[in-house]
């Protein structure tokens, strides 16, 4: 049996005329840049987050780089973030000359710790006043807890940037009542990378607000900072988001919630029935219709590598996000950081993988899964 990683042919095969009428519409409209299909989805994917406006992107990357932007982050000025994600959370910090600072994770879920981050206030009462923005990620699908990071943000009036690249659609039950992700700091951040839960046929992204000035500023920015045309009071960049990525979206859109209740109920069949002696499943910190699962992330109890090399022989696809740490990676040396400064991000990186989780994946295909796993440590 061949059980992929991720198989979007499974998915195209059940949308796939609904996607060609739309790119049709766009090619046939000419309007290949911006226009009603881009308007379309930002007050689609707002509404569906729950926030006010939606400002399409040309990616996940450049929706955390443009909100950056539009906090004015300056050299020198520090983010406080994890070291446990995929590179653009820390990488558009240095491309605007400020510094990323990190913060270990909770080992449970491999979001962020709102302790830690409490702890380095503590501990840094000096730099306080340098800290422009705080980043959680809200990592394979589950909300990072946020209450206690909005009161810290608020308590030092800094900006909070979700990071919600794999987390659309994703709840959280904050004291306010329950939100998804991408409502509550001043601005949420998505990526439409196809091998997400709401992926396109290319690069895309969005930010979302309820911060009008914010909105209006992103929209300038991602234009080169013009408003009115040719006429520029900031300097932005080409940020924007492509029509045909915005049609396909929108079509997928609809089947979301969907496709998440699939990822669940497949996170569910593994945690009834792969049972390895110090396996550790994913943790649901909250509820289970809360985690959409972007990817379903196992912590192995040793040889993780000759593991992923087994299921490869095997015909299953499984992968290891993430294998280095930001103060790890050599293009973050000149941070000064040393092994064993963030011990849970280093075990999570030594210890995890990810297994297909799709929503098209079959029983069989997971009890193929499971039974060479228990084969492997048997």
Same mark, same amino acid.
């Given at each position: ?10 998915? &195209? ?113 000096? !730099?306080?006043?340098?800290? !422009? ?107 924007? &988001? ?55 992330? &196992? ?28 103060? /790890? ?8 950081? !040393? ?26 295909? /997971? ?6 796993? /228990?084969?492997?440590?048997?």
């Amino acid at each position: 049996m061949k059980v992929p990683l991720l198989d979007l042919k499974a998915q &195209l095969d059940t949308i796939r005329e609904d996607v060609k009428e739309v790119v049709n519409e766009v090619l046939e409209s000419t309007r290949y840049i911006m226009g009603s299909k881009v308007t379309e989805l930002e007050e689609q994917i707002a509404a569906y987050c729950g926030a006010r406006y939606g400002i399409g992107v040309s990616s996940g990357t450049d929706a955390l780089l443009i909100a950056l932007m539009a906090l004015d982050l300056q050299p020198g000025d520090l983010v406080l973030t994890t070291p446990y994600s995929f590179f653009a959370t820390a990488g558009v910090v240095s491309r605007l000359n400020a510094i990323p600072v990190f913060v270990d994770i909770d080992p449970g879920t491999y979001n962020i710790d709102p302790g830690q981050i409490a702890q380095w206030f503590a501990d840094n009462p000096d !730099k306080i006043e340098r800290v !422009k923005a705080i980043i959680p990620v809200h990592l394979y699908g589950q909300c990072a807890d946020m209450d206690p990071i909005l009161e810290l943000a608020e308590t030092y009036n800094i900006p909070v940037i979700e990071d919600a690249a794999q987390a659309i659609g994703a709840g959280y039950p904050s004291k306010n009542g329950l939100k998804r992700a991408g409502s509550m700091g001043s601005m949420g951040c998505f990526s439409f990378f196809p091998s997400k839960n709401l992926g396109g046929i290319g690069d895309g992204g969005m930010v979302t607000t309820n911060d009008a000035a914010l909105a209006e500023k992103l929209v300038k920015l991602r234009n080169h900072g013009s408003h009115p045309k040719y006429y520029h009071a900031l300097i932005g960049g080409n940020f924007r &988001l492509d029509p045909i990525q915005a049609a396909v979206l929108s079509v997928k859109l609809k089947h979301l919630d969907a496709w998440h209740a699939g990822r669940q109920a497949n996170a569910a069949y593994y945690d009834a029935h792969l049972n390895v002696p110090g396996l550790t499943k994913p943790m649901v910190a909250y509820q289970r219709d809360y985690h959409i699962y972007n990817q379903y992330i &196992l912590s192995v109890p040793e040889r993780r590598d000759a593991l992923v090399e087994y299921l490869h022989a095997r015909d299953i696809g499984c992968e290891v996000y993430y294998p280095v740490p930001f103060h /790890q990676q050599e293009c973050f040396q000149y941070l000064g950081y !040393k092994t064993g400064d963030f011990p849970h991000s280093e075990f999570a990186a030594e210890h995890t993988i990810a297994l297909p989780i799709y929503p098209e994946l079959t029983d069989m295909m /997971q009890q193929y899964v499971i039974e060479k796993i /228990q084969e492997f440590y048997q």
